[in-house]
């Protein structure tokens, strides 16, 4: 019986919102944030049920009924907060009120969610509408009211109440493409405190979205989440390819060995009738023995929180290019109320809770329909022996650590680039109070590969008895490093075979500590070295082997930072770099490295969630003016921050999601404007042109458009690199004078004035 402690692991813009503040994404941190240290009644206080009539909602456009996104699927930085709904590429559908209520704000922006309408209703809750095209015309003639009053494009408007009330099924507006991404309608339900909630969990939408199919397992991986775990003989993740045996029946057909703590994630996805798009997985069940350790369902997630999508998934696989895994387990830090109260580590396998042997696991996913598919596989929890192995004279001894737990011996000699393996019995050997002998002139034999093999077909690593002697010559290793969330992976190799195992030395808190290698082959090595090593800030390590031409070293001496949530930090990583975490800057301890790069330096460890964020300060040894701090991101490098004047000696900046990649660059191209084109015709006027910046980006709330000098609020699509205007304008016949000046984010500035000559004939 699996241990109950096994279970616990495994003017207008004056005007105050109704009640609430938010971004267009989701809302700012609040000052009631959770902490590590809150209770599962704090986390799940906002999430007992739905006060809502699900009855009451409507579909929200005449576009289609086609999902292109479900709701809670991975964004970079966060849950997809809604539905997103095929306008078939084409933008002009009307949007509908899904509900009774009134239009509590309107929010414009080139990014994002571009125009985005926010309805409340009787009972508190909100819907939302966003990448309008436009909206009707009476929020319309609202929102570029605003605009005009403000000078710009952008506009965050907050309604008083009843404003402009809205009835079921009006036309609140028209389907675009506004804000990030291809044409398509995202649409939203959010609670009293703006949590977004499954719109699939309204009976009529859920009813609208034909699905007959079941969630598609595709792989799954295992992963150690320490430095003593391993999984198939390794302490590297280890991904499995799954076989389809039915419609909803998967299974993994190789038995999967491990020992310690090891985490388990899927990739899956689900996908509706008539739509090529994969979907997330609504819920996700665990069971190992028959015995469910972990559960999940996304019908709602704290808007404030949802960054923590980065816990969700396995982000270290997500940024090896591997694929998207959802995690089987709860991440220390992760306070998501998404699992019904399990404590963190829940649905971890920890062998030192399960008996060693055969276990079978079960992973049930299910979609909003109710259909479900199941992977099925087995485990073996058994921990590899292992041994030591000396010669004397012309015999080689083994001392197994448990001799009882060994079912048997394989020897093998080198044959070309394989093995040819010998299969024994310890009682077939000869006990001797030096071990088990194995008689021979292995001298003459060449490189022997010895294994032991537990009762459960666990093997050891290998070991190798090279003949030769050591000369006075010395040889060369190579180190090679692999960085993980607690330990160091450090791989050491020769050209030639190592005569005995290399020895590995880190100068830790507690003086000097002996680090057991790991035979991969006569020439490579591989150690496992904890983190709580590090001493100083620093993780030293000494390595030496003995080859036929010689003893060999090398070193390594690595700047290594911890960080816990509960401390304040601030780490000098180098004469460039200050980095300053704040109490809760991130949700669990990490180790941070400051790395050089040909451009920069990059922040490591990148799969580190930040929760309160991280100020970096970055020296400047040739401050001039328009130079700024920038950013790796994933459409390439974003300004973060520009020196203040081109006298400082610092530029500051602030990491709000996770660590990266930071470099300075100096800006001083101004933005072009290209392939300008107008139209008047029968009261309307309309221009566009292309706008594109090199460099720090165009800064679009310092546009300024006139037409005769009088202000022209254009649309700007920073994607299609695009501005456009399209608006009613009485023009006398004749020639008039359109001047655009726009700025980079460095203050670059670029004109350009156009002569349009207008006819009413």
Request: aromatic content about 12%; charged content about 20%; hydrophobic content about 35%.
């Amino acid at each position: 019986m699996i241990p109950v402690r096994f279970l616990i692991l495994a003017v207008l813009v004056g005007f105050n919102p109704p009640h609430f503040s938010f971004s267009p994404f989701f809302p700012p941190l609040r000052d009631d944030v959770l902490s590590p240290g809150d209770s599962d009644d704090e986390i799940y206080a906002d999430f007992g049920s739905l006060s809502t009539d699900l009855e009451d909602y409507s579909w929200p456009t005449e576009a289609s009924t086609v999902l292109t996104s479900g709701f809670a699927e991975f964004r970079t930085t966060h849950f997809h907060a809604g539905i997103d709904i095929s306008t078939w590429s084409r933008t002009g559908y009307k949007v509908l009120a899904s509900r009774d209520g009134y239009v509590a704000r309107a929010n414009i922006s080139p990014y994002g969610y571009g125009k985005i309408l926010f309805l409340r209703h009787a009972d508190g809750y909100y819907t939302a509408y966003a990448h309008l095209q436009r909206f009707n015309d009476v929020i319309d003639q609202y929102a570029r009211s605003v605009q005009y009053a403000n000078r710009r494009y952008s506009a965050d408007l907050e309604l008083p109440p009843h404003e402009i009330p809205v009835l079921k099924g009006d036309v609140i507006g028209y389907t675009g493409n506004t804000g990030i991404g291809s044409p398509h309608l995202h649409f939203e339900i959010r609670d009293e405190r703006l949590n977004p909630v499954n719109p699939l969990l309204v009976p009529l939408f859920s009813k609208l979205i034909e699905d007959v199919t079941p969630p598609v397992f595709e792989e799954i991986a295992f992963t150690p989440l320490d430095y003593s775990s391993v999984v198939q003989g390794d302490h590297r993740p280890w991904i499995g390819r799954v076989k389809k045996i039915s419609s909803h029946e998967y299974r993994l057909s190789t038995p999967v060995y491990l020992a310690g703590m090891v985490g388990v994630s899927v990739k899956a996805f689900d996908r509706a009738n008539h739509s090529y798009y994969r979907n997330s997985i609504r819920s996700l069940e665990f069971y190992v023995d028959s015995l469910l350790l972990f559960n999940v369902r996304l019908d709602r997630f704290p808007a404030h929180e949802s960054k923590q999508i980065a816990l969700y998934y396995d982000w270290n696989l997500l940024q090896q290019r591997k694929g998207k895994f959802q995690k089987l387990y709860i991440e220390p830090g992760n306070r998501l109320p998404l699992y019904e109260r399990l404590p963190e580590s829940s649905g971890v396998f920890d062998s030192s809770f399960l008996p060693e042997g055969l276990h079978t696991f079960r992973v049930v996913a299910s979609d909003h329909r109710g259909h479900a598919s199941e992977l099925r596989g087995t485990t073996i929890v058994s921990v590899p022996p292992t041994f030591d192995v000396s010669v004397i004279g012309q015999s080689l001894y083994l001392q197994p650590s448990d001799a009882s737990a060994v079912r048997a011996v394989r020897v093998g000699r080198r044959r070309g680039s394989g093995w040819t393996m010998q299969t024994l019995s310890l009682a077939q050997l000869t006990s001797t109070e030096n071990g088990y002998a194995l008689h021979g002139k292995f001298a003459q034999v060449g490189v022997l590969r010895i294994e032991l093999e537990n009762h459960f077909g666990t093997s050891s690593a290998p070991q190798f008895i090279v003949p030769g002697k050591a000369s006075d010559r010395a040889g060369k290793i190579r180190l090679e490093k692999e960085f993980f969330r607690d330990y160091l992976y450090l791989e050491m190799s020769a050209p030639s075979a190592f005569l005995e195992k290399p020895r590995v030395h880190v100068s830790g808190p507690s003086g000097l500590a002996e680090i057991t290698a790991t035979a991969k082959d006569p020439k490579k090595y591989f150690a496992i070295i904890p983190y709580a090593l590090v001493h100083n800030d620093r993780l030293r390590v000494d390595v030496y082997g003995v080859f036929q031409n010689g003893m060999s070293s090398a070193n390594l001496d690595i700047p290594i930072f911890p960080v816990t949530p509960g401390e304040s930090r601030t780490l000098s990583a180098n004469t460039d770099v200050i980095l300053f975490f704040p109490h809760g800057a991130m949700y669990h301890p990490a180790y941070i490295r400051v790395e050089p790069t040909e451009t920069g330096y990059s922040l490591l460890p990148h799969d580190i969630v930040l929760n309160k964020g991280v100020h970096v300060q970055y020296r400047v040894r040739e401050p001039r003016d328009r130079l700024g701090l920038y950013m790796m991101e994933e459409r390439g490098w974003e300004l973060l921050a520009r020196l203040d004047s081109a006298a400082a000696q610092t530029i500051t900046g602030r990491l709000t999601r996770q660590l990266g990649s930071l470099a300075l660059f100096y800006d001083n191209s101004s933005p072009t404007i290209l392939n300008f084109t107008s139209r008047y015709r029968q009261g309307r006027f309309s221009f566009s042109f292309r706008l594109n910046d090199v460099g720090s980006g165009v800064d679009y709330n310092r546009t300024r458009i006139t037409l005769d000098n009088a202000l022209a609020i254009a649309e700007y699509d920073p994607y299609l690199h695009r501005v456009q205007f399209d608006e009613p304008r009485e023009l006398s016949d004749g020639v008039h004078r359109l001047a655009i000046e726009v700025y980079d984010k460095m203050g670059n500035r670029a004109a350009r004035e156009f002569s349009i000559r207008t006819s009413r004939r």
